[in-house]
């Protein structure tokens, strides 16, 4: 509803247009919640990362994006099942750790 309200509020004010290099990206808060919660929510949306990929035009899926690179074909998850995956990331000990994991250029 906000972002409706905000885009709306934009394009009476402003012409807008797009073309394929355009994305729109919404940041969601995480800052109160413990490490294990965000260990939860980085294990979801590696399990869910495909279907994330089916709303998504070619040119923004898996590694096709410079800026937003697959979780699932990371060096780091991307030879590893979701079990295995899910076993990862519940054994990152510290935020940074997990950080490492779930970035998909990490090593």
Known sequence: EEV????TAIAQTHTLSVNKSAGFHVHVGVGDLDLRARRRVCQQ???????FDL?????RRGN???YCQSNRRSSV????????????IRSAPRMDHLCNIINAKGS
């Open 4 to 7: 409706r309200a905000v885009v």
């Open 45 to 51: 949306f590696v399990h869910h990362e495909s279907a």
């Open 64 to 66: 096709s994006n410079e």
């Open 77 to 88: 998850l991307g030879h590893r099942n979701n079990q295995k995956a899910n076993d990862l």
């Open 55 to 59: 709303i998504m035009p070619p040119s």
